[in-house]
């Protein structure tokens, strides 16, 4: 309901034309790999493949698409993540519907839309997980075993229990359920 929303209140622009909706992050590269848009509104939080992922993949496979964060999580990690993974927008969701299509155009004429109360934040509260370390907390949040983790992701089980070890201090949790917590909180996980 909300992307079909979005969909309609941008159709509603002279100079912008909604091409493609996707259901999830997976469609969504799909769609992007067809149709080549010049801008991809997403969010970050999406089955399949969240929205810094898909960034993420654009980035890599160096496709000319700008890639717009549209969230309602107004989080400093997220938004550095999202930088990180090439995003030229990360706007949140409770922003005035002009704003949203005065950043579309903005952002395809080249520039950087970030919202600037969140960008501000961001660079006061850096992340300290490495990104090993973030992916086994994933999986420990998920409340998957130590061997469970070892196995998918080709390690030890010392090795994954260093990880956490390492990611519950860094955090300063006394154990893995709330080092997951507290990394999901401020949009590092």
């Known amino acids: 309901m909300v992307r079909g929303a979005l969909a309609a209140l941008l159709e509603t622009e002279n100079d912008i034309e909604v091409i493609a909706q996707a259901q999830d992050g997976k469609e969504a590269l799909d769609l992007v790999l067809t149709h080549r848009p010049e801008v991809l509104l997403t969010d970050i ?15 890599r496979r160096k496709l000319h698409v700008r890639v717009v964060i549209l969230t309602t999580f107004a989080r400093a990690g997220y938004l550095r993540r999202a930088l990180e993974a090439g995003v030229s927008g990360y706007l949140l969701k409770d922003a005035p519907a002009a704003t949203l299509a005065d950043a579309i155009r903005r952002i395809r004429a080249g520039g950087r839309v970030i919202d600037p109360e969140l960008a501000a934040e961001a660079w006061s509260d ?3 997980l ?29 090795t994954v229990r260093n990880y956490l070890s390492e990611a519950i201090a860094k955090l300063g949790a006394a154990n893995r359920v709330e080092a997951a917590r507290i990394a999901r909180q401020k949009g590092w996980l």
């Open 130 to 158: 490495t990104d090993r370390e973030r992916q086994v907390l994933r999986h420990a949040a998920e409340g998957t075993a130590s061997a469970e983790i070892a196995a998918r992701l080709n390690l030890s089980e010392g």
């Open 45 to 59: 939080e999406m089955p399949e493949v969240t929205g810094i992922e898909l960034a993420a993949e654009i980035q």
């Open 126 to 128: 850096a992340d300290p």
